[in-house]
């Protein structure tokens, strides 16, 4: 099956009644999800895992090597590391998109050979279409896997309004600010009804501001929508402040140094950041990154 960038490759049943009914907001960052442990049977198991690629003259680059971590369901990790340690390399490897040069990467129980319908991806630019309008870019895995439409139509009117994009369902991307353009691609990553949604640093192109309003509305769709997000950025203070665990990877071949608990209570604030936990944190991270290749920024 070919991939099309930023849209989950097969689709799940529409989503539960009693999904609709629960709280949006801040307010829905239940503190019981702050610290979560991975399980004795994690949603996602990565062991031993390495990647090379083919270079000139038959040579291989390594880029990532001995990966080893395990992400509980409805947990929020982050991967940090330096430019060029294979961050985003991980997550297609996670997403079924490449294949690992050795090791095992465990959904649910199954290995992952290909895309599932397990897991939704939201890249670094947001991939609509610019001749769709809104609503039928949401709609567009249901159109590639030649689902009824009109029965992933009231799904994706509720997803919009999860993101906050209630009453946009019929504008076209050019009317959309790069925020509102990226709130569109997490609601197509979630049509499928995922476990686990990877984000390779969404919010990277936007400015300061948008992306601190992203950051809290982020939190909002992952409280509301119960699901598990691995998200790759390049900022140490968005890790503290989305994550329950930050997986810190070496420079290249990427591999991982360090697993950081985040030790602070949900929902998140941005008064949080002058917290002495806040910043013991961001110092643990900055100094493993100074240490193994780099400053991440």
Not at 193 to 209: T, V
Request: aromatic fraction near 6%; charged fraction near 20%; hydrophobic fraction near 45%.
């Amino acid at each position: 099956m070919q991939m099309v960038p930023g849209i989950p490759q097969g689709l799940a049943s529409p989503a539960r009644a009693s999904d609709s009914n629960s709280q949006f907001g801040s307010a829905g960052q239940s503190a019981v999800r702050g610290g979560l442990q991975p399980a004795s049977a994690p949603l996602i198991s990565v062991s031993g895992l390495r990647k090379e690629y083919e270079a000139q003259k038959g040579e291989s680059v390594l880029a990532l090597d001995r990966i080893d971590f395990d992400v509980a369901d409805g947990e929020f990790v982050t991967l940090v590391g330096p430019s060029g340690c294979g961050k985003s390399t991980l997550l297609q490897i996670l997403a079924g998109i490449l294949p690992p040069t050795q090791g095992q990467i465990v959904l649910k129980g199954s290995p992952v050979t290909g895309p599932r319908r397990e897991v939704g991806v939201v890249f670094q630019e947001p991939v609509l279409l610019p001749w769709l309008k809104v609503i039928d870019n949401v709609l567009l895995p249901a159109v590639v896997h030649k689902l009824d439409r009109n029965k992933y139509r009231a799904r994706a009117m509720e997803l919009l309004a999860l993101v906050k994009l209630q009453g946009f369902e019929n504008r076209y991307p050019y009317e959309l600010s790069g925020g509102m353009q990226q709130r569109v691609a997490i609601a197509r990553a979630l049509l499928s009804d995922p476990a686990m949604i990877l984000m390779d640093e969404p919010f990277g192109a936007l400015d300061a501001m948008t992306r601190e309003e992203m950051n809290l509305e982020l939190l909002a769709i992952w409280a509301r929508a119960r699901k598990t997000i691995v998200l790759i950025t390049h900022s140490i203070q968005e890790a503290v402040f989305l994550s329950d665990r930050v997986v810190v990877l070496s420079g290249r071949p990427g591999r991982v140094v360090d697993v950081v608990d985040i030790d602070l209570p949900r929902p998140r604030t941005f008064q949080m950041l002058s917290a002495s936990a806040f910043g013991a944190a961001a110092n643990r991270l900055r100094d493993q990154l100074m240490v193994r290749g780099g400053t991440i920024e």
